[in-house]
């Protein structure tokens, strides 16, 4: 089975087979523009403290979800996740999946031409 691995915005790795739900959020922070998105992954762990009735109250069980990348405006988040999604979908090999403004970047697990590779991707060489 391929090993697919996509960068956050804050620089750590999700494996893709984690996540269940590729979309777009608007962003309400004082440093973006109006329109401003991000391309949020949501992913099958749930979260919370572990206190079933606790966590139940609260809201805090379900899925977590993980910011790929921001934008400017949402038409731009939105060509970003329906292309990112397109890669999932089509990718067979072991890769890592990366944004580089709006463009949604695939290289071989192998590549070790960038320092921030996943620490399983680099045990998935041959040797």
């Not at 731009?76 to 949604?104: P, Y």
Request: charged share 25%; aromatic share 4%; glycine share 12%.
């Amino acid at each position: 089975m391929a090993q697919l691995w996509v960068k956050t915005h804050g620089g750590d790795w999700l494996r893709a087979d984690q996540i269940i739900e590729i979309g777009i959020e608007t962003v309400r922070g004082p440093q973006d523009g109006p329109g401003a998105a991000e391309v949020v992954a949501r992913l099958a762990v749930a979260t919370g403290g572990g206190n079933r009735d606790y966590d139940r109250d609260t809201g805090t069980v379900g899925p977590s979800a993980r910011v790929l990348g921001r934008y400017p405006d949402g038409e731009t988040a939105e060509r970003v996740a329906d292309q990112l999604i397109l890669v999932l979908l089509s990718a067979g090999k072991n890769a890592q999946i990366t944004f580089e403004d709006e463009e949604v970047l695939v290289r071989p697990v192998n590549d070790r031409t960038a320092h921030d590779t996943p620490y399983n991707g680099r045990a998935l060489d041959v040797c």
